[in-house]
């Protein structure tokens, strides 16, 4: 995702349309599907947007999904035990 994000603003940047740190990150946060709505919200109310930084942002969603996958896994596991 971070990818794809990364070259539409490059591209838009490329045609002389300029984005602060902040208004991507708010970009990136309004983007995720709804299950993430615990996680955007915990970062909304935890962190000043104005100046978290693109990496950290990233890092802590990354963080997230993965604790996700472990979750989904888990759950998947014990349903074919029972």
Request: aromatic fraction near 4%.
């Amino acid at each position: 995702m971070i990818t794809r994000f990364t070259d539409i603003v490059n591209g838009l940047e490329a045609l002389g349309n300029t984005y602060k740190e902040s208004e991507k990150v708010m970009k990136i946060l309004r983007s995720l599907p709804s299950k993430w709505h615990t996680k955007v919200t915990a970062i909304q109310e935890a962190k000043d947007l104005t100046k978290l930084p693109m990496e950290e942002l990233i890092g802590s969603l990354m963080t997230y999904e993965i604790n996700l996958a472990k979750k989904l896994q888990e759950s998947d596991g014990k349903r074919r035990r029972a």
